[in-house]
């Protein structure tokens, strides 16, 4: 079964500085790899995308991934954090094995900013 | 706006009691899920429709149901509630392919008191 890793519970970083969140996935095939950002009290919105080309992602709010096949890994990166970036983060793998849309999300790492 | 509506936004119930929690997904999209999210235990897939069947279950819990209707909003039921189900609940829709990603509504936060 698919599964993800997200290994920083916490991560605090000061405005301006970059930032590289962690997240490492077990799958069986080439992967569909997500990022999603959950500000408090609000649902989760999809940062960007990965399920074939060109291994370096752009998203929005100016967040990138990268896909490195041989480390199972896909960790997002932001060159100049802001104070709006505050939120909690959350990688996902999928589709479930029986071929169907499900996304097996990690357990999130939250990110604070301070000035 | 997402695109994704919950209703209720927030909801206090008694233990014991039953609630309904109603999603209406994106425009054009035909699958929906039904997460719980809780501080211990993150965010747990419970289960999925597709165009009104059944098509993946996850974590869900036997007093709790769901379905997705023709017009393809869904429905969870959770019964005989207990205080261990107060968690926010949220419903996500997707195009008809996996690499599509999720849009997730805002969530129903459930107080069960």
């Known amino acids: 079964a698919q599964s993800v890793t997200q290994p920083d519970i916490h991560i605090t970083v000061s405005e301006g500085a970059s930032l590289e969140l962690r997240c490492n996935y077990s799958y069986g095939a080439t992967p569909y790899l997500f990022w999603y950002v959950q500000s408090p009290g609000q649902g989760l919105q999809l940062l960007l995308k990965?399920?074939?080309?060109?291994?370096l992602v752009q998203g929005i709010k100016g967040f990138e991934a990268e896909f490195k096949r041989s480390q199972s890994s896909f960790n997002l990166r932001k060159p100049s954090v802001h104070w709006s970036d505050a939120a909690e983060y959350f990688c996902a793998v999928g589709p479930d094995s029986g071929g169907y849309q499900k996304v097996t999300f990690g357990t999130g790492t939250k990110l604070q900013v301070i000035p | 706006d997402s695109g994704v509506t919950q209703t209720p936004k927030h909801l206090i119930t008694a233990t014991g009691q039953r609630v309904t929690l109603r999603c209406s997904p994106r425009?054009?999209?035909?699958?929906v899920y039904w997460y719980q999210q809780s501080l211990d235990q993150g965010l747990q897939f419970l289960i999925q429709?597709?165009?009104?069947?059944?098509?993946a279950k996850g974590n869900i819990l036997e007093r709790f149901s769901a379905q997705q209707f023709p017009d393809l909003h869904s429905e969870l039921n959770l019964s005989s509630l207990e205080l261990g189900d107060s968690a926010l609940y949220f419903c996500?829709?997707?195009?008809?392919?996996?690499?599509?990603?999720?849009?997730f509504g805002s969530g129903t936060r459930l107080t069960v008191v």
């Open positions: 425009s054009g999209d035909l699958s």
């Open positions: 996500a829709s997707s195009g008809p392919r996996a690499n599509y990603g999720y849009t």
């Open positions: 990965y399920f074939s080309g060109d291994t």
């Open positions: 429709y597709y165009n009104g069947e059944e098509r």
